[in-house]
Structures are given as C-alpha cells and as structure tokens.
C-alpha cells in the first residue's frame, strides 16, 4: 500500500465499523472509529464525554457558513467560544480528522471523514451498505435482540447519521456517486467487501494520474 488513506461511511448493522478494522489490519495501518473522539478532544480540550454524547447526532438549525468561518478562526476565537456544543464538536472533529490523515495511510470510519478530506488525492471514499434484512439478522444477534428491536434500532440510527453528514458536508448520505466505492456487505458478506476495498485501493495506486 502507497499513502492511501481510507474513510469508510456505513449503514448501521453493515458490518462497516468490522470490515475497515479488518482492511487495517490487512494493510497494517491503524483504523479510527470511536478513537477519533479521543484525538478530537486532546487536540482542543474539549471533555471527550462530550464528544461521545454528540457523536455523529444531527444538529440544531444554525447557518453552516458561520460555523465553517469560525473553523478557520481556530478554537481560541471569541466565535468558536459562544458556539453551541454541537458545532464545537464537529469542527474539533473535524481538524483531528485532518490532522490524522497527515500523519500517513489510515482508515477514519464515519463522522464525514470523506468531506473532511475532500481536498486530499490520496483519499478513498467507500460507503458500505446491506439490505434491510441482513443488517436485522446482524445486529439481532450481536447484541441479542428482537428482530423488530433491531430493525427499530437501524432505522434511528441510520436517520441520525443521514442528518449529521447531510447537514454538515456538500452530498448526500449513502448516495453512491459521492464515493469511490460503493460495496454491498450484504452480498459480498464482510470479508468479501474487505477484499473488494483491497482490490480498489491496489487497482487506484497501480493507475497513473489521468493527464488532464
């Protein structure tokens, strides 16, 4: 592998927290999930418990363009300090996302990792998704639930996670023509899409830069 860095959006019960822990492991890269909250919250002082309440949670109504402005302005701006919680949170996120990525070949799973890193060629973006009944089916037994507990559990999720990244990046969530990869777990089951995204990542750093 080159300098490849990863970012994986998922569908809750996709198996896309799983599949990128195990496409680290075979590239020998670390893979961020939840441990991007505790990056966040070093870099800005923030309390990490506050990360953990707002993690990928839609936002209040609040005009997009201010909280990209203050962003700019760094976290000891007077801006950044009357901001609400919500926002605070995702532009921490936001620069530990970046500054990650800086540091070498990763997978940052969620919390619009891809639009973070929109500027970075060297990124992949793949969404991970399942039918309906296979996501039940998994999070049904992971964590011993009723098929309708489960079902009831994906589609909130789902819609929280549609919210947040719809509402802070330019594309639309789970929409295929905003990533590279678009990988059905459901069918390919999870280390069928491990080595799909293995196989992308190889054919991209094998092809030379189209001359423009």
Sequence with gaps: MGNTIITIGRQYGSGGREIGRKVAEKLGIKCYDKELLAVAAKESGICEELFENHDE????????????DTYSLGYSSAAFSDMP??????LAQFD??????????????????DYALADYPNMVSVFVHADIQARIRRIARIYDLTDAKAKDIIHKTDKKRASYYNYYSSKKWGEAAGYNLSVDS???????????ILDFVEIKESTPEPKL
């Excluded at 919680?85 to 995702?90: D, L, P, Y």
């Design 96 to 113: 530990a996302i970046k500054k990650i990525a800086d540091e070498g070949p990763c997978i940052l799973v969620g919390r619009c990792a």
């Design 186 to 196: 459901g069918i390919l089951g999870v280390e069928g899409a491990v080595k799909m």
């Design 57 to 68: 949670k839609p936002t209040n109504s609040f005009l997009y363009s201010l909280v990209m």
């Design 85 to 90: 919680i919500n926002h605070k949170v995702f």
